[in-house]
């Protein structure tokens, strides 16, 4: 047994699994197995029969055992890839036209001559002072800078920027999070015979233990067991519905007080259709705007003057656009994004409406 408090099972992701509900319905499942098992006692069935009911039951949970368990593993594996893939940048860059690539050659040659024109003590001041900035460069800014600190046998730790690169994802709290859910799971991963269930039983004191059992364990469990075990699954999906009743709470006041506050500081809406990517109704000028209201300000792009200051020579309004759409959708699948300006549209689907509607209800673009 292990002893925990209620705030641990609600808040820290190691136990998120325990309030799954495929988890809980697999051990229900079981628990179901173990009552026809004893149904079939009473009714004096053959030991033949009864074994032969308790190894296909057992087989069954199994199986859907671990299908629940690949299923709630790769789902936060999935958001830890989606997490880390946002923050590195495409290895090979996508055009959408010649003017597009020819804009980005520019740049890129006039990134190469500033680099190159530096002094040896411009360029240390350089680095030293945008140590923390360097990895928020284009790939190809931060290779050229490494060239040039090579050929001028300039010492600086290039494995620590790389290390810096590659692993900035991991200091994401919604990467860590999702790291922890499915690792906690490890306790009680598909062991065939051997797996070792979590269960949380809440005690009159307020106290929470975790208990663990076999599926023998419940196959084999008394009548009085049997409805400790039903309450303990009861007490489990209570706190899977009360994380996200208390989701859905934040989530409903933000967009509230966001609304209340802040609509009139954005000009684009979170459900105007012209900012769905995947949608008939995209519009990139709308989709622009919008990345640009949201995200301006985040330290990555307003600390970067590539990025913050359109009169600069080296300013990148495609590398700005690239950035502010990897931070959107590192936080909206990070669950950090909230909706800040909804508009009313009386029931109707956005993605339904005519251009000519939209235009009224959201805005010209």
Excluded: C
Excluded at 25 to 42: D, F, M, P, S, V
Excluded at 304 to 321: E, F, T
Aim: aromatic content about 10%; charged content about 25%.
């Amino acid at each position: 047994m292990q002893q925990v408090t209620v705030e641990q099972l609600h808040n820290d992701p190691r136990f998120y699994y325990l309030s799954e509900p495929g988890y809980i319905a697999a051990i229900r499942e079981l628990l179901n197995g173990r009552q026809t098992l004893a149904n079939l006692k009473n009714q004096r069935y053959s030991t033949a029969k009864i074994n032969d009911d308790r190894k296909d039951i057992i087989n069954k949970f199994l199986q859907d055992y671990q299908a629940m368990y690949d299923s709630f593993t790769k789902h936060y594996l999935q958001n830890m890839n989606t997490i880390q893939q946002s923050y590195s940048e495409p290895n090979n860059e996508q055009f959408t036209d010649e003017l597009d690539a020819l804009n980005e050659l520019l740049r890129r040659q006039s990134a190469k001559a500033k680099y190159a024109l530096m002094t040896d003590d411009e360029l240390k001041d350089f680095v030293t002072e945008n140590s923390v900035n360097l990895i928020g460069l284009p790939l190809y800014d931060q290779q050229i800078i490494v060239d040039q600190l090579k050929k001028r046998h300039i010492d600086y730790s290039l494995a620590e920027l790389k290390a810096a690169r590659d692993n900035q994802y991991k200091d994401d709290p919604n990467w860590l999070k999702a790291m922890q859910a499915r690792d906690g799971f490890q306790y009680s991963r598909p062991n065939g015979l051997n797996t070792f269930m979590g269960f949380a039983q809440s005690n009159n004191d307020g106290s929470v233990e975790l208990k663990f059992y076999t599926p023998n364990d419940v196959l084999n469990s008394s009548s009085q067991q049997a409805a400790a075990i039903e309450a303990d699954l009861k007490y489990m999906a209570s706190l899977g519905s009360k994380r996200q009743h208390d989701f859905v709470a934040a989530t409903v006041k933000q967009i509230i007080d966001t609304r209340d506050t802040n609509s009139d500081q954005y000009k684009i809406a979170d459900n105007d259709p012209r900012i769905n990517e995947n949608g008939s109704k995209y519009n990139w000028g709308v989709w622009y705007d919008f990345l640009n209201e949201r995200f301006s300000s985040d330290p990555r792009i307003a600390s970067n003057p590539i990025y913050s200051d359109a009169l600069s020579s080296n300013y990148d309004i495609k590398g700005k656009y690239q950035l502010m759409r990897s931070i959107y959708y590192e936080k909206l699948n990070g669950g950090q994004y909230k909706p800040v300006k909804i508009v009313n549209t009386h029931g109707k689907n956005p993605e339904e409406m005519s251009d000519k509607e939209i235009a009224k209800v959201f805005g010209a673009d």
